[in-house]
């Protein structure tokens, strides 16, 4: 049953340091600039979410800690890279200082 699942491929949990109090600006900033061509589908429920038919993208604040929370997955390693791509374009539009590293826990 397991087998007949689709597959798909994703980044762990990536954070981003910033200044205190500065991650929901860089959302709120994100959110307002956001422009991804269709099909892609904008969520900003929490933080800046955009889907695709082959997998999604996601920038968000940490409630806890000063970092934006960054997920990726995509139905293939194409996808993936294309998607984290397009993503990490928009935030450093924003952020152009952004230093992508992986999750502290």
Known sequence: VLEG??????TPELNVACAEGE?????QALV???RF???ARISTIDGLRVDWPDGFGLIRASNTTPVL????E????????RIQDDMLAALRRIKPDALVGASAH
Do not use: K, N
């Not at 929370?69 to 990726?72: E, H, K």
């Open 69 to 72: 929370v960054l997920r990726f």
């Open 23 to 27: 991650p929901h600006a860089v959302v």
């Open 32 to 34: 307002d600039s956001a």
């Open 37 to 39: 061509e269709t099909p």
């Open 74 to 81: 995509g139905h293939t390693s194409e996808s993936l890279q």
């Open 5 to 10: 699942l689709p597959a798909s491929h994703s």
